[in-house]
């Protein structure tokens, strides 16, 4: 008999919905404290450039002014943000303050202040001289032969290759073959809360910082060792995020506003504005794309080589490691035989290209799904029988990592998916009828479950139970807004059958907590959720240990049910977790608390294929995204009502990235996008209604079953957009993001 | 410069720099930290209050401008401990993600719903068009401003 699910499937709201609805919510932007001073950047006005002189001296004399950094008093000593985890080996290529500019934006003095408004007067009084250099802002300029060095050693910063088969050979001597160059931009994450930090100085050589992080152990580790810190001196606490979606992922703010404590012995706010949230923390990343495939007569794909060229921006942070991850993105959601991915890093003198929802797989995917709409547009035949002539099915193996892609339902997305949109009476409606052109377009995708194959990949976590049978689970987790506390507290119920209001979730704290290895690579459901399943069997099993002294019986006889152990077969003869704490304590003289450290075991497939259908104004150029859905293999969905609104903000995420959203510079390397006047996320007039279809499969090794879904969901949006923008038009348009100058000069 | 305004019915009498903007006053001198800024220039909603009957952005309103003026902010909604109904329904429909920008979405519907009790979808939407919301795609948010208005 399968025991119905009293908590995981069920919907519920994020667990700090109630202060969050009353604005009770503190944030890391809301802490104060009486010795607080306020730190603000200069960030640098020019792209390129040798700092001949910096005076501080006028900003030094205004009152209220502490004291001011620049690179001639501040450590030459270099880092990078994305250092994660002990032992990683990152090339350290950023200062703390530079003394050469590498882009509009570039950090070059830090003041600290008695108030906000005493440090904002104090930016205006540096004076600073720049020896200008030639400024590269596309990756081709950066190339070339002229090209000045961004940094030492050239602006090719690294190339990597990731072959299976025979791909180039075979392309060259097939008949039938295609080939598509395809970018995608520079991207803003957006999230609402604009970055920032709050740092505790204590006395001798302490310091707490607090942040809203996807890994307070990453900010530990760099701060720590950047600053020559002991770790157990540093505690990083993770506050309430704001919305991240990878943009907090690197530890930037959190070293400045320390390395400022730590010099001027007091407590430090930084808060970036907007425009440094967009231009000086880091960006999705931009990547140009040449895809060539093979095909048989049976529409078969059985070689694909791709080039392609990631731009880094001017500092390296991940953007090597990025290459690689989207090349290996690759090999999950088709199956083609010979398979050959070369990608070039390189330096530019624009904003730095980091961490990003879906990290490589979004520009991967578009590529691949243009050109796979173009290859069946070509070979005559629909969209989804060419699809399902190449995706990968269950249990296949990643001819890559040889590991297995797990019970992977792409094919079921996409058929249920289709039929669910209407797809095929939809795209009878395609074409241009007076003004307006009615497209469909559809892109499938798939992302990963955690780090496992890669690197390290593991959770710590302590379950307790109290002498009142409420349950506390220690853990160095982080919510990034999206319910991962709630979803804890769900696993933790339906193991131990208590009633949900009994379960606290903490999250990271670097002096706290057990570690984690934090919020990447979509690790955190099922990686972290199976180490709260794991933990909660473990002390579920002490439970009934302490129950069997109680009864003195042996606990095979025992049985738990709404918060209370029982004898099988004789429920009146009972006790209360509670109770049982008490004792346990009193009497054993033993607490109940379990704790457990759970490393990843595999790495399958999560998929979705999304269906959109668009309204092209051809006068205007403008596009609406009439109608969407996006259909997803979640494995199984442990909150249903989130799981539904990660899908959804992932969409309007998409649809900006593939019509509206860019970070533009001129030739000269200034910024064109410095606010949300320029930089145009998707508001609630502009959004259709998402519909979602949650498939549920089951059969992989997260809890209960579960599988990644938040980073995927945009995956296949800026495809699925631009194949239906291509369809309404008979064009063939493979730049994102498509404006309306774009689609203007497409149409004339 | 001295300024008498009313935040969520308590008057206050205060000597504030009039280069200040209301965001500031309200979270610094107030310490009311429930409204928040997000972009600094109105664009994305996150700071909205309601100033005389109507949704504003804090970050565009001087301190001088708010002389004389009755204010309303998201700590003012709560009424003897019980949630606004607007606030209920954001927590019920799973509205709230991240929680960044809920303040001012709620603030945005309470003006819409005082002005229109039963708006359609479309005024619904008109209502938050200057509310940024980057965790969602407005559904449940359309959802939850929907079930507490009178349109049901």
Redesign the interface.
Known sequence: MIKKNRYIGRTYPIQDAVTKACGEQIYAGDMKSPRMLYAKILFSTVAHAHIRSIDTSKAEKLEGVVKIFTHANSPAKKFNSYHFFAGQELKEDERLFTDKVRFVGDRVAGIVAETEVVAEKALKLIEIEYDELPVAVSTTQALHDDGECIHEGGNLIDTKELNVGQATEIIAKSFLKFKDTISTQKVHHGAMEPHVCFVRYEMPDEMSIYTPCQSAFAVRNVVAQFLGMNYCSLRVVKTTMGGSFGGKQHVILELIAAFLAKETRSDIRLCYSRTDSILSTITGTAMEMEMESAVDENGKIFATQVNAIVDAGSYLANSVDLSIAAGKKLFRTYDIPNLSYKAKTVYTNTPTAGGFRGWGAPQITTGFELHVENMARKLGMDSISFRLKNLVKPYDEERLGRFSLGNARIRECLTLGAEAFNWSEKKKKSGKKGRYARGAGLACGGHVNGFYGKIQDCSSMILKMNEDGSFILNTGSHDQGCGTVRSFMQIVAEVLDVDIDMVKVLEADTQRSPYDTGTFASRVTYVSGKCAYNVSLKLRDQILETAAKYFNRPKTYMAIKGGRVYLKGDPENQIGFGRLAALSQSVYENEIIALETYSNVSNPGAYAAHFAEVEVDTQTGLVRVVDYLASHDVGKAINRGMVEAQIQGGVQMGIGYALTEEIKTDAAGNPKSTNFSSYHLINAPDMPDVKTLILEFGGDDGPFGAKSVGELAIVPVIAAVMNAVNDALGTHLCHAPLTPEKIIAAIH | MKLNFVVNTKKYNLDINPALRLLDVL?DHLN??????????G??G?CTVIMNGKAVNSCLVMASQINGKEIQ???G??KNGE?DLL??K???H?A????????GM?MSSKALLTENPSPDD?A???G???????????????NAVKDASSAK
């Open positions: 979270r009311m930290t429930g409204t928040k800024e997000g972009c600094g220039e664009e994305c996150a902010t998201i700590e909604l709560r949630m606030q209920e954001f927590v019920e799973g709230i993600q991240c929680g960044f920008c809920t303040s709620i479309e619904i939407k008109q938050i068009e200057g509310n940024l919301c980057r965790c969602s795609g407005y559904v449940q948010i359309l």
